[in-house]
């Protein structure tokens, strides 16, 4: 079955360092999500990545789609506090007849030291 | 707007109770999922629905039943809960253009 794997499982990175968290599919993916998680809190959807090779900025956010649309990553340039939280990528992948299959990876929990 | 609205936010079981959970945004979108969310094991789909009147098993479905009232109601149904559905569920829905999903505030349940 479909599997997505997300590595590095922690991070903990001195504020003002760089950060980057992997997502690989076992199989092509339709798109590909990325999500925030703050400590006890919802999801919050960062981005959609569709096309194949797409790269993406929401100013310190790089989000990029490989090639093969098998992989993905998320870089956070120079760290801030309010970047701490979970973040997930969910690999989709699209059926014929409107059926769906939707996999998250486990999540890279960031940790940021002031 | 309040955007995806969940009741109830937390919830104890005993073992072969039925409970519902509750499911509402007001926000027009015609897909709406039910996740849940174990610590180690990320987000795992539990049913969604593409639009009204339809639903489609997700990645774990089983123990579990959904009914999408209306649009913009999807509600989701334990009928005999047991230990292992003690996690946090999520209801989500998403637009298409641009494509955005909204997840509500979640409800944690626990099964004694």
């Known amino acids: 079955g479909q599997q997505v794997m997300q590595i590095p499982q922690y991070q903990h990175v001195q504020e003002g360092e760089d950060f980057t968290t992997y997502c690989n599919s076992s199989?092509?993916?339709?798109?590909i999500q990325w999500y925030k998680q703050r400590p006890g809190g919802h999801p919050v959807f960062l981005i959609q990545l569709v096309k194949s090779g797409e790269v993406k900025k929401q100013k310190r956010l790089t989000f990029q789609f490989g090639e093969a649309k098998k992989n993905s990553s998320l870089h956070i340039t120079a760290t801030q506090t309010t970047d701490v939280g979970t973040y997930f990528c969910a690999g989709r992948k699209d059926f014929s007849g409107g059926y769906q299959k939707v996999t998250f990876g486990i999540g890279t929990k960031l940790q940021v030291i002031p | 707007n309040a955007g995806v609205t969940q009741t109830p936010k937390f919830q104890v079981l005993k073992t072969g109770q039925s409970m519902t959970l509750q499911c509402a945004q007001d926000?027009?979108?015609?897909?709406m999922y039910w996740y849940r969310q174990d610590p180690g094991m990320g987000l795992r789909l539990i049913y969604y629905s593409a639009s009204e009147g339809t639903t489609d098993k997700g990645e774990v479905p089983n123990g579990y039943n959904v009914s999408r009232l209306n649009k913009r109601e999807f509600s989701l149904r334990l009928e005999s809960a047991a230990p292992s559905q003690t996690s946090v569920y999520f209801c989500?829905?998403?637009?298409?253009?641009?494509?955005?999903?909204?997840f509500g505030p979640g409800t944690r349940l626990t099964v004694t």
């Open positions: 926000m027009n979108h015609n897909s």
């Open positions: 199989t092509t993916l339709s798109n």
């Open positions: 989500a829905s998403n637009r298409q253009v641009p494509y955005e999903q909204y």
